[in-house]
């Protein structure tokens, strides 16, 4: 940990990604109250419904450009792309139709999907392979704490100065993160392979994943638990507590799972499990009991415990999947990777929160709690049955029809 903390260029990336990512936390509450002043909730889910169009439709290019160029170039586009998407929400929102705001929505999901994989793939050119645990876990713990309090100052704003305030400060934060991205200068990745079409690239990159099937089955089990589990947790729990405990009651139901993944984040940084794969399907069924819950009437410090522990539990989840995604693909292969892993978690995500007020219909939030929570848990146990789950990494023994990948440690830069 000393040593990470005194890498200069590490440092200046991760401080700068803090400050992005406080912005980030501003965005949501900011643009709330400004699209729902100007145009009302039916604007307001246009706006959303245009961002996640121009997030989810490129983020394979997202991956196939992070592996060309230069990483950090590559989030400074980005973060240009959305500070301008700020700016233009700034001057423009109330003055022009929504359908100008909604174009403005897609280029801020364009420029989030650039991001994305950029960012995951750029840690493994900044560190050695043995400090990718602990860097992952401080930049989650950043990322988490400087959301949480953007998300504060951006409602102090909103309420003191207004929104377009609250637009200026966040747009300020992707102006420091493109200065220190372009401080760092990471080199753009060499490639063992010539660069092709954009598309023979990304297929390219959905081949890596599939040679190695306890990748693939993970990326699978994120999709299947996102439909069957978080997506439902998301629409059920602010009916379930605000019905159950009151305003107060949900609000510390929040407070609890950003607390509990900053936990997860800091126990990462000092625990390093033998067997990867079994400690992250441990960490991930954690989340069931906050499924659980929603269909018993348990009591407040009850129910804020296991938002704690589940929370906690995601953290852990993450920070070891990422790591080993940074350690079984080549660095040039990486920005793919991540783009493919970030694709199939959202994919499915919009059919889940749709279906969500359907289903409680058909069946009852009690049914519906309950059924997410099994669901949670087994899948995320069964994977563990597919060899290389248990440590997150493929097998030392190759399968015959060499189709298993060897494990591949590179920095590069």
């Keep these: 940990m000393r040593d990470l903390l005194a890498n200069r260029r590490f440092m200046i990336f991760w401080l700068g990604q803090a400050v992005s990512v406080l ?16 145009y009302g909730p039916s604007g307001f889910g246009i706006a959303l419904a245009c961002y996640s169009l121009g997030y989810g439709v490129p983020m394979l290019l997202g991956g196939v450009i992070a592996d060309r160029y230069s990483r950090t170039t590559v989030m400074a586009v980005a973060d240009a792309l959305r500070l301008g998407v700020v700016v233009g929400y700034l ?8 359908a100008g705001l909604g174009a403005l929505s897609v280029v801020g999901g364009i420029g989030a999907a650039l991001y994305t994989p950029a960012f995951r793939a750029s840690l493994a050119q900044l560190l050695e392979p043995e400090q990718l645990r602990q860097a992952n876990a401080l930049q989650g713990v950043a990322n988490k704490g400087a959301f949480a309090v953007g998300g504060a100052l951006a409602g102090v704003l909103v309420a003191t100065a207004g929104a377009r305030w609250a637009f200026a400060v966040d747009g300020a934060t992707f102006a420091v993160s493109i200065v220190t991205l372009l401080a760092i200068r990471l080199p753009r990745v060499s490639r063992s392979e010539e660069a092709q079409g ?4 990304a297929v390219e990159g959905i081949r890596a994943v599939w040679r190695r099937p306890w990748v693939a089955v993970i990326m699978a089990q994120g999709t299947v638990q996102v439909v069957a589990g978080f997506a439902p947790f998301m629409v059920l729990l602010p009916i379930v507590a605000l019905d159950r405990y ?22 990462i940084l000092r625990w390093k499990p033998r067997r990867p794969g079994v400690a992250a399907m441990h960490a991930v069924a954690l989340f069931a009991p906050m499924c659980l819950f929603l269909a018993l009437p348990v009591p407040l410090w009850a129910y804020a415990v296991a938002q704690l522990l589940g929370a906690a539990g995601i953290s852990v989840f993450f920070a070891l999947w990422t790591v080993a995604l940074q350690r079984e693909f080549p660095a040039e292969m990486q920005g793919r990777v991540f783009s493919l892993d970030s694709l199939l978690t959202f994919v499915l995500n919009p059919v889940g929160l749709a279906l969500t007020p359907v289903l409680m219909t058909l069946v009852g939030v009690p049914a519906l709690a309950v059924g997410s929570a099994v669901a949670i848990v087994f899948f995320s146990y069964v994977v563990l049955l597919v ?19 060897p494990l591949v440690e590179s920095r590069t830069g």
């Excluded at 980030?24 to 729902?36: E, H």
């Excluded at 954009?198 to 690239?201: L, T, Y």
């Excluded at 789950?389 to 298993?404: E, Q």
Aim: hydrophobic share 45%.
């Design 91 to 98: 001057l423009l929102a109330g003055r022009i139709p929504i």
């Design 198 to 201: 954009v598309v023979r690239d």
């Design 246 to 267: 009151g305003a107060g009651g949900y609000g510390t139901l929040a407070f609890c799972q950003g607390v509990g993944s900053i936990l997860g984040g800091l126990l």
């Design 387 to 405: 060899p290389g789950v248990a440590a997150f990494r493929t097998p030392p023994h190759p399968s015959t029809d060499g189709l298993t990948a």
């Design 23 to 38: 912005g980030d936390g501003m965005t949501p509450i900011a643009m709330s109250a400004l699209v729902l002043h100007h």
